[in-house]
């Protein structure tokens, strides 16, 4: 039944769709003509395809019959049309009578244009097919105009060109063949191919097509005439892929994305505990990304020109004064996150040991016997509203997260009170593309774990909790600090608790990233979040190191009676009783597991060793497939090695690289035209490979142009930094010339999904969610015996800002080159480890 309404609905709209395109525009004796010709396409397309096609075609059918009820012509007229189509000419004068603008009529124009071809008017069947299911697939409309027009100009001067070009497509099975028969033809060596063709008419016929070839600027004798002519009739290919591209989606053409798209949003807020401004910033961040794009979703991209901040003053004076005011505020900002111990905006630990000492001891004023012994049905827990502040101080100190006092993600376990975090970037939902086995493993809930003496005490002191009583704690626990100001004599506020556990870990070392993960900041407030994957040990981990802080604050050992002693709330479970700490892990599914990599590079290594020793000069085809195989291995090390970003010319030029010193300049970031790129240094491993690739070219550059082979103009254009590092070639068999394919995302997808089958920037989520021991990679562990690596190092290598969008590299920066040169040899310690090893290409 639902099958039926679905095929329904499909017919309803192709018939609203001729009915607006045909009959509206038409008379009686115009409709009778057009009908003939649906018949005759209905006729022409392959019979291969009808099952495709085949709601399509019924549809078609069905209405056919519905509008032949009256017809003005003669059988003999029929037939006549029928075969030799309709008189284009006079046809279209005399609609024009009544039509000023037949480019409205793009369905009428088509019908009326048949060719004398058959292989032509197979097309011109199919692709109207085609057209009929984008109708119904909707939102297609400005795209079906584009198809229907470029097979009608096949049948006049405009297109003639482009027929030879074409595929017959009788000759293929199924809508996947010729598909991919047109993505390869797009990089032919049209230009050879018609010049062999048309030896002695090849310049007039070139001429005489003027502009839709070759632009006026571009001379015919210039060296750049062949490359702008494959160019220009791949473009035009290009038009019969995407029809074909649109069937296979299968979606509405509203939901395609063609490029990122971009959004500003409202990044971190931040609240003066002295003047009670808020100020929060404006965050560029890229949406709607696929599997191709260069960035993530929802990864911010800071542009310093055009960084904005917007502050809210709390109680306005003068609009001058108040502006310098904003603007020290703004500075103060940027200072306090830097988390720097002298900082004022940051509670001292001796504040904070009063203040845990406080806390102990207004909890412990409680009756937690009562809790453990249990009471009667009517017997309730006595506590007053100060012990609710206390507690709600308590647990944001503990945590960093102001609402999880009030989260409904909190839930007891039989080893401590957790808090169920929430962190989703975009990639940690996995794509049917991708190759599962090389994901991490990320079905884990991750938990933060809490004092066990807090299940029952939180519980009975929210039993009843609603808005109205929330804001009651929350005013009470701001009065209650300012006593605790004046009694204690020191200066703590709302902010310097809550923010205590953030400035603790980031002076002791611990990854940003892992920090922001911990209190749920937005996975825009950082760019590193939507390439991060954690693991529950380096959470579990971060939460020791600091109630251990807490507990060291304390200094209670003197006291000896043990109801007296306030550790329990601070004290969390044991790592012995926190179940596989080590396997549980969230984020990015990106963050692949390296071991499974090491099959994978073997595999590129045996491809390549295999065609040195079969290579020679005859076969100019082995020699063109041991290029590409070497150039995949080259993209996968300089993708792991380098984190660029996957760009239309990946890893830049030859001139980029300095292969003595290892510096790499690095130019992905095009989003930010203030930034010109940004330097990195490469593994030395990887910098011997790039020589022995360099040697590799320069000798064959020479030796292929002695022999007059294109494979010498592309080398040679490659030492001189006129095109990429990387390329890759393609032979032409007809006419046994080589090109240079051309690089964009969705080519490269497809070729290294060959051996990788994931997003092109899977490196990047590689390298950023890297770990020693289950620890991450950028957090400080004196357990350790190996040289800790910074979070702005890393963050700086993938060109990342940080959380209120500055450089890592900007005029404030203490990085040294040495620590990137550093991280560099990290880096070349893990490729090796993976199994990349300098290859020796012979020529």
Request: with cysteine.
């Given at each position: 039944?639902?099958?039926?309404?679905?095929?329904?609905?499909r017919?309803?709209?192709?018939?609203?769709?001729?009915?607006?395109?045909?009959?509206?525009?038409?008379?009686?004796?115009?409709?009778?003509?057009?009908?003939?010709?649906?018949?005759?396409?209905?006729?022409?397309?392959?019979?291969?395809?009808?099952?495709?096609?085949?709601?399509?075609?019924?549809?078609?059918?069905?209405?056919?019959?519905?509008?032949?009820?009256?017809?003005?012509?003669?059988?003999?007229?029929?037939?006549?049309?029928?075969?030799?189509?309709?008189?284009?000419?006079n046809?279209?004068?005399?609609?024009?009578t009544?039509h000023?603008?037949?480019?409205?009529?793009?369905?009428?124009?088509?019908?009326?244009?048949?060719?004398?071809?058959?292989?032509?008017?197979?097309?011109?069947?199919?692709?109207?097919?085609?057209?009929?299911?984008?109708?119904?697939?909707?939102?297609?409309?400005?795209?079906?105009?584009?198809?229907?027009?470029?097979?009608?100009?096949?049948?006049?001067?405009?297109?003639?060109?482009l027929?030879?070009?074409?595929?017959?497509?009788?000759?293929?099975?199924?809508?996947?063949?010729?598909?991919?028969?047109?993505?390869?033809?797009?990089?032919?060596?049209?230009y050879?191919?018609?010049?062999?063709?048309?030896?002695?008419?090849?310049?007039?016929?070139?001429?005489?097509?003027?502009?839709?070839?070759?632009?006026?600027?571009?001379?015919?004798?210039?060296?750049?005439?062949?490359?702008?002519?494959?160019?220009?009739?791949?473009?035009?290919?290009?038009?019969?892929?995407?029809?074909?591209?649109?069937?296979?989606?299968?979606?509405?053409?509203?939901?395609?994305?063609?490029?990122?798209?971009?959004?500003v949003?409202?990044?971190?807020?931040?609240?003066?505990?002295?003047?009670?401004?808020?100020?929060?910033?404006?965050?560029?961040?890229?949406?709607?990304v696929?599997?191709?794009?260069?960035?993530?979703?929802?990864?911010?991209?800071?542009?310093?020109?055009?960084?904005?901040e917007?502050?809210?003053?709390?109680?306005?004076?003068?609009?001058?004064?108040?502006l310098?005011?904003?603007?020290?505020?703004?500075?103060?900002?940027?200072?306090?996150?830097?988390?720097?111990?002298?900082?004022?905006?940051?509670?001292?630990?001796?504040?904070?040991?009063?203040?845990?000492?406080?806390?102990?001891?207004?909890?412990?004023?409680l009756?937690?016997?009562?809790?453990?012994?249990?009471?009667?049905?009517?017997?309730?827990?006595?506590?007053?509203?100060?012990h609710?502040s206390?507690?709600?101080?308590?647990?944001?100190?503990?945590?960093?997260?102001?609402?999880?006092?009030?989260?409904?993600?909190l839930e007891?376990?039989?080893?401590?009170?957790?808090?169920?975090?929430?962190?989703?970037?975009?990639?940690?939902?996995?794509?049917?593309?991708?190759?599962?086995?090389?994901?991490?493993?990320?079905?884990?809930?991750?938990?933060?774990?809490?004092?066990i003496?807090?299940?029952?005490?939180?519980?009975?002191?929210?039993?009843?909790?609603?808005?109205?009583?929330?804001?009651?704690?929350?005013?009470?626990?701001?009065?209650?600090?300012?006593?605790?100001?004046?009694?204690?004599?020191?200066?703590?506020?709302?902010?310097?608790?809550?923010?205590?556990?953030?400035?603790?870990?980031?002076?002791?070392?611990?990854?940003?990233?892992?920090?922001?993960?911990?209190?749920?900041?937005?996975?825009?407030?950082?760019?590193?979040?939507?390439?991060?994957?954690?693991?529950?040990?380096?959470?579990?981990?971060?939460?020791?190191?600091?109630?251990?802080?807490?507990?060291?604050?304390?200094?209670?050992k003197?006291?000896?009676?043990?109801?007296?002693?306030?550790?329990?709330?601070?004290?969390?479970?044991?790592?012995?009783?926190?179940?596989?700490?080590?396997?549980?892990?969230?984020?990015?599914?990106?963050?692949?597991?390296?071991?499974?990599?090491?099959?994978?590079?073997?595999?590129?290594?045996?491809?390549?060793?295999?065609?040195?020793?079969?290579?020679?000069?005859?076969?100019?085809?082995?020699?063109?497939?041991?290029?590409?195989?070497?150039?995949?291995?080259?993209?996968?090390?300089?993708?792991?090695?380098?984190?660029y970003?996957?760009?239309?010319?990946?890893?830049?030029?030859?001139?980029?690289?300095?292969?003595?010193?290892?510096?790499?300049?690095?130019s992905?970031?095009?989003?930010?035209?203030?930034?010109?790129?940004?330097?990195?240094?490469?593994?030395?491993?990887?910098?011997?490979?790039?020589?022995?690739?360099?040697?590799?070219?320069?000798?064959?550059?020479?030796?292929?142009?002695?022999?007059?082979?294109?494979?010498?103009?592309?080398?040679?254009?490659?030492?001189?930094?006129?095109?990429?590092?990387?390329?890759?070639l393609?032979?032409?068999?007809?006419?046994?010339?080589?090109?240079?394919?051309?690089?964009?995302?969705?080519?490269?997808?497809?070729?290294i999904?060959a051996?990788?089958?994931?997003?092109?920037?899977?490196?990047?989520?590689?390298?950023?969610?890297?770990?020693?021991?289950?620890?991450?990679?950028?957090?400080?562990?004196?357990?350790?015996?190996?040289?800790?690596?910074?979070?702005?190092?890393?963050?700086?290598?993938?060109?990342?800002?940080?959380?209120?969008?500055?450089?890592?590299?900007?005029?404030?920066?203490?990085?040294?080159?040495?620590?990137?040169?550093?991280?560099?040899?990290?880096?070349?310690?893990?490729t090796k480890?993976?199994?990349f090893?300098?290859?020796?290409?012979?020529?």
């Amino acid at each position: 039944m639902d099958t039926d309404n679905k095929a329904t609905k499909r017919a309803c709209k192709i018939g609203e769709w001729l009915q607006t395109n045909i009959i509206k525009w038409s008379n009686i004796d115009e409709i009778s003509c057009l009908l003939v010709e649906l018949k005759f396409l209905q006729d022409t397309l392959p019979e291969q395809f009808r099952s495709a096609l085949e709601s399509e075609y019924h549809a078609l059918s069905e209405w056919v019959k519905t509008k032949d009820t009256v017809s003005t012509l003669t059988e003999l007229e029929k037939l006549q049309i029928y075969e030799s189509g309709i008189d284009q000419k006079n046809f279209l004068k005399t609609i024009k009578t009544r039509h000023k603008y037949l480019k409205d009529l793009y369905l009428i124009n088509f019908l009326a244009s048949r060719s004398d071809s058959p292989k032509i008017n197979s097309i011109r069947s199919f692709y109207f097919f085609l057209c009929l299911k984008m109708v119904e697939l909707t939102d297609y409309d400005s795209r079906i105009e584009t198809t229907l027009d470029e097979c009608r100009f096949l049948t006049s001067n405009i297109r003639e060109f482009l027929v030879p070009f074409l595929p017959d497509i009788t000759e293929f099975e199924s809508l996947n063949d010729l598909q991919s028969h047109l993505i390869e033809s797009q990089d032919n060596d049209h230009y050879t191919r018609w010049l062999n063709s048309t030896l002695d008419t090849f310049e007039s016929e070139i001429k005489k097509y003027g502009n839709k070839l070759l632009s006026r600027s571009t001379s015919f004798s210039s060296s750049n005439a062949k490359n702008e002519l494959n160019e220009r009739i791949a473009k035009y290919i290009y038009e019969y892929i995407l029809p074909i591209e649109n069937y296979f989606k299968n979606d509405s053409g509203i939901t395609r994305v063609t490029s990122t798209t971009y959004q500003v949003a409202n990044g971190s807020l931040h609240y003066d505990d002295t003047t009670g401004n808020t100020i929060s910033d404006l965050v560029n961040l890229t949406k709607d990304v696929n599997s191709t794009e260069a960035f993530e979703d929802e990864e911010r991209q800071d542009n310093e020109k055009e960084f904005f901040e917007q502050i809210t003053v709390n109680t306005p004076s003068n609009y001058y004064l108040d502006l310098v005011r904003a603007e020290g505020q703004s500075n103060s900002r940027r200072k306090s996150a830097m988390n720097l111990v002298t900082s004022v905006n940051i509670a001292h630990e001796d504040d904070i040991s009063t203040l845990v000492k406080y806390l102990g001891c207004k909890l412990k004023e409680l009756d937690l016997g009562e809790l453990d012994r249990g009471r009667c049905i009517d017997e309730k827990f006595k506590f007053d509203l100060s012990h609710q502040s206390a507690l709600y101080l308590l647990m944001i100190l503990l945590t960093g997260n102001e609402n999880i006092f009030e989260s409904d993600n909190l839930e007891d376990g039989f080893n401590g009170y957790r808090y169920k975090l929430q962190f989703a970037p975009k990639r940690s939902y996995t794509d049917e593309s991708w190759d599962k086995k090389l994901c991490a493993n990320n079905e884990s809930i991750l938990f933060l774990y809490m004092p066990i003496v807090l299940i029952e005490l939180h519980r009975e002191m929210t039993y009843v909790l609603d808005d109205d009583l929330m804001i009651s704690i929350h005013a009470q626990a701001t009065n209650d600090i300012k006593a605790f100001n004046k009694k204690y004599k020191v200066r703590l506020s709302f902010n310097k608790i809550r923010n205590y556990f953030t400035s603790y870990l980031s002076q002791n070392g611990v990854d940003k990233a892992l920090i922001e993960v911990i209190t749920e900041s937005p996975v825009h407030h950082l760019s590193a979040l939507p390439y991060y994957n954690v693991s529950q040990y380096d959470l579990y981990r971060c939460q020791f190191k600091f109630t251990n802080h807490l507990l060291g604050l304390i200094d209670d050992k003197n006291i000896k009676d043990s109801k007296e002693r306030i550790d329990v709330f601070f004290k969390i479970t044991n790592e012995d009783t926190v179940p596989h700490l080590n396997d549980q892990k969230m984020g990015s599914l990106l963050a692949i597991r390296e071991k499974l990599l090491t099959p994978i590079i073997e595999e590129l290594k045996k491809n390549i060793l295999e065609k040195i020793g079969k290579t020679s000069f005859l076969k100019v085809g082995d020699f063109v497939e041991l290029h590409n195989f070497f150039t995949d291995y080259l993209y996968i090390w300089l993708s792991i090695a380098s984190g660029y970003r996957p760009v239309n010319e990946p890893f830049g030029r030859l001139s980029d690289i300095d292969t003595r010193t290892g510096l790499y300049f690095i130019s992905d970031k095009e989003v930010q035209q203030d930034t010109i790129g940004r330097f990195i240094y490469l593994p030395a491993i990887l910098c011997q490979q790039i020589d022995e690739y360099i040697k590799f070219i320069k000798g064959n550059a020479s030796l292929f142009n002695k022999l007059g082979n294109d494979i010498g103009l592309i080398y040679t254009n490659i030492l001189d930094g006129n095109i990429g590092l990387v390329c890759y070639l393609k032979l032409d068999e007809a006419t046994s010339t080589v090109t240079r394919l051309k690089l964009d995302n969705t080519f490269l997808k497809k070729r290294i999904s060959a051996y990788i089958s994931l997003p092109l920037n899977w490196p990047r989520h590689y390298i950023r969610s890297l770990q020693n021991e289950h620890i991450g990679k950028y957090s400080f562990d004196p357990s350790l015996n190996k040289d800790s690596i910074g979070y702005d190092v890393v963050s700086a290598w993938m060109g990342h800002s940080d959380e209120l969008g500055y450089s890592f590299y900007d005029r404030f920066s203490g990085l040294k080159r040495s620590e990137l040169r550093a991280f560099a040899q990290t880096i070349n310690e893990l490729t090796k480890d993976i199994g990349f090893k300098l290859i020796k290409l012979e020529h």
